[in-house]
């Protein structure tokens, strides 16, 4: 079994910071991609940003230049430091991470892994 558990989210005035963390922990061979994801009331869920294995980002446009993604592959955690945060980064964050897990015959197929969800609360 695989878990992935985000922590650090919180209420922040306009302007301020929050870092997110995810950790993946369980029966892992290896994992991929991971990223952060979030959903607004109302809205559907968006990427926002994610990371490959080889530490190559894509953010999305509307974070770029105040989200930074990062991964300790050691830990298998990914982390997300949010700056200049404006009263729409308000959502639930969920991490996503692509784990290939490890089996009694050595790896298995690769299937995605969400945590639970922070909420990152926003005030103006």
């Known amino acids: 079994q695989v878990q992935v558990v985000e922590s650090g989210g919180g209420l922040v005035q306009a302007g301020g910071s929050l870092r997110l963390s995810c950790a993946a922990s369980?029966?892992?061979?290896?994992?991929?991609?991971m990223g952060w994801y979030r959903q607004a009331p109302g809205n559907q869920r968006e990427l926002v940003a994610a990371?490959?294995?080889?530490?190559?980002?894509n953010y999305a446009d509307s974070v770029k230049g105040r989200f930074t993604i990062s991964r300790d592959n050691a830990k298998n955690t990914v982390y997300l430091q949010m700056n200049s945060l404006k009263p729409e980064d308000t959502a639930v964050y969920y991490c996503?991470?692509?784990?290939?897990?490890?089996?009694?015959w050595g790896q298995g197929t690769p299937r995605n892994y969400w945590g639970q969800g922070t909420q990152v609360t926003v005030s103006s």
């Open positions: 990371v490959t294995s080889d530490a190559v980002t």
């Open positions: 369980g029966s892992i061979f290896s994992i991929n991609n």
């Open positions: 996503k991470a692509v784990v290939v897990p490890a089996t009694y």
